[in-house]
């Protein structure tokens, strides 16, 4: 990161949206990947700061999130990141509740 003036790592905090049914199996529901978290496993095995926040909602009005990683020691800058992100983002509506 250092040798590319990278301030942070940006990506999908999970690799597929929830599922909309969370009481039973939805057969409708397609997720290619072995296994949804693998990208939070970064910054905990790196030792790195990281932070999480809304990024937008998609099919079936699911919420997903947008991770910002950064170096160690780097919080400041890091919460700085993710601050301008929500700040430029659109609101999200609060989820309907049913």
Known sequence: MEANNLR???FSTMSCPA???FDRADPTYVCN???TYKAGYIASAAGFPEVT???GRVSANM???ISFM????REGALLGLANAFQTAAPRLPAPELR
């Open 70 to 73: 950064a170096l160690p020691y």
């Open 53 to 55: 926040v809304p990024a």
């Open 19 to 21: 599922t909309p049914l």
């Open 63 to 65: 919420p997903v999130g």
């Open 8 to 10: 942070a790592f940006v």
């Open 33 to 35: 990947s072995d296994d």
